[in-house]
């Protein structure tokens, strides 16, 4: 059984950005959404742990993280974090 680094490493780097956010802007959001999906991405990785074929869980976090983030770049274009978290489209590919 392979751990999934790949998916805890995202998960901490999701939960660290919305911690940045609620340090930087005060913002109360950035850091329920930061902690609620860094939860999700890490309780995904531990499913895909133990089961490679259960990467729903993580598909759906990333996804969801890569449509909401991709949304507020084009609006903003401004790279950071909306153009980094935008980059969630590697976890889910890494998910194919």
Sequence with gaps: MAVDWLGFGYAVLVTAGGIAGYYK????????AGLLFGLLAAVGAH??????KNIWLSLGTSGTLTVVMGLRFVNSWKF??????TLTLIMVEKLH
């Design 25 to 32: 802007a005060g913002s109360t959001s950035s850091l329920a």
């Design 47 to 52: 499913l895909s742990t133990h089961n490679p």
């Design 80 to 85: 950071m974090p909306a153009g980094l978290m």
